[in-house]
C-alpha cells in the first residue's frame, strides 16, 4: 500500500498537484492521510503519560496508536508539504510527534541505537517554494529521520522552487516538473 501523507492547508495547493502526479505514476491505489483535516494536536504531558504506559505494556491496539501503525505498515510513502518558513508547516511535525512510537516504526538496540521496522522500502518528499528552497530544514529533517531511524532504505526529493518570484512563470514550472515526474 502507498501511503499519501497529505500536509498541504491550502485547497489549490501546488505541492498537492506535484504529489498527485508522482502518485498516478506509483500505481492505483494509494490511501491519503489529510494530516492538515485530521487536525493532530502536539502530544502534551497527560496524552505522553498515557501513551508510554501502552508503549511499556507493548500494547498498541488503542487509536493512538493508528497513525503509527498505518505509516509503519506501509509499502511506499509520499509526503507532500510546502516549505514555509524554512521548514513545513506545523502539522506534520505534530504527526512526526504522533508516529514516532518505539516499538513501531523504531526500536533500540543494547547500545542505544535505533533500528528502523518500518515495512517502507522508499518515502518521497514533494514540496513547492515560493522562493529559493535548502532542503537542510524539511526535506533533511525528513531523510533522517526516515533512513536513521524508521529503517526506510531510500528517500527521494520532488521539488519546485521560485513560484513566487517576478520573471519566473510559476504555471510553467509545475507543468514541466508534472512532465518530467510522468515520463519517470
Same mark, same amino acid.
Given at each position: 500500500?502507498?501511503? /499519501?501523507?497529505?500536509?498541504?492547508?491550502?485547497?489549490?495547493?501546488?505541492?498537492?498537484?506535484? $504529489?498527485?502526479?508522482?502518485?498516478?505514476?506509483?500505481? =492505483?491505489?494509494?490511501?491519503? @492521510?489529510?494530516?492538515?483535516?485530521? *487536525? !493532530?494536536?502536539?502530544? =502534551?504531558?497527560?496524552?505522553?503519560?498515557?501513551?508510554?504506559?501502552? #508503549?511499556?505494556?507493548? *500494547?498498541?491496539?488503542?487509536?493512538?496508536? =493508528?497513525?503509527?501503525?498505518?505509516?509503519?505498515?506501509?509499502?511506499?510513502?509520499?509526503?507532500?508539504?510546502?516549505?514555509? =518558513?524554512?521548514?513545513?508547516?506545523? $502539522?506534520?511535525?505534530?504527526?512526526?510527534? *504522533? #508516529?514516532?512510537?518505539? %516499538? !513501531?516504526?523504531?526500536?533500540?538496540?543494547?547500545?542505544?541505537?535505533?533500528? %528502523?521496522?518500518?515495512?517502507?522500502?522508499? @518515502? /518521497? /518528499?514533494?514540496?513547492?517554494? &515560493? &522562493?529559493?528552497? *535548502?532542503?537542510?530544514?524539511?526535506? %533533511?529533517? #525528513?531523510?533522517?529521520?526516515?533512513?536513521?531511524?524508521? &529503517?526506510?532504505?531510500?528517500?527521494? !526529493?520532488?521539488?519546485? +522552487?521560485?513560484? +513566487?518570484?517576478?520573471?519566473?512563470?510559476?504555471?510553467?514550472?509545475?507543468?514541466?516538473?508534472?512532465?518530467?515526474?510522468?515520463?519517470?
Amino acid at each position: 500500500m502507498v501511503l /499519501y501523507v497529505k500536509c498541504c492547508p491550502r485547497s489549490d495547493s501546488r505541492t498537492d498537484k506535484l $504529489a498527485t502526479a508522482l502518485l498516478e505514476t506509483l500505481g =492505483d491505489y494509494y490511501e491519503v @492521510l489529510d494530516i492538515v483535516q485530521e *487536525n !493532530l494536536l502536539p502530544l =502534551d504531558r497527560d496524552t505522553l503519560i498515557m501513551r508510554e504506559a501502552f #508503549i511499556e505494556q507493548s *500494547n498498541y491496539s488503542y487509536p493512538i496508536f =493508528d497513525y503509527a501503525k498505518q505509516f509503519a505498515f506501509a509499502d511506499t510513502i509520499v509526503i507532500a508539504a510546502p516549505y514555509w =518558513d524554512l521548514s513545513f508547516p506545523a $502539522a506534520l511535525k505534530s504527526y512526526i510527534e *504522533n #508516529i514516532y512510537v518505539t %516499538g !513501531l516504526v523504531s526500536k533500540y538496540n543494547e547500545n542505544g541505537a535505533p533500528i %528502523g521496522l518500518c515495512k517502507a522500502k522508499k @518515502l /518521497y /518528499y514533494v514540496t513547492t517554494s &515560493g &522562493g529559493p528552497y *535548502n532542503p537542510d530544514f524539511s526535506y %533533511g529533517y #525528513i531523510d533522517k529521520l526516515a533512513t536513521e531511524y524508521f &529503517g526506510i532504505d531510500e528517500t527521494e !526529493l520532488i521539488y519546485v +522552487d521560485m513560484l +513566487d518570484i517576478d520573471g519566473y512563470d510559476a504555471n510553467k514550472i509545475i507543468e514541466d516538473k508534472i512532465k518530467e515526474i510522468k515520463e519517470r
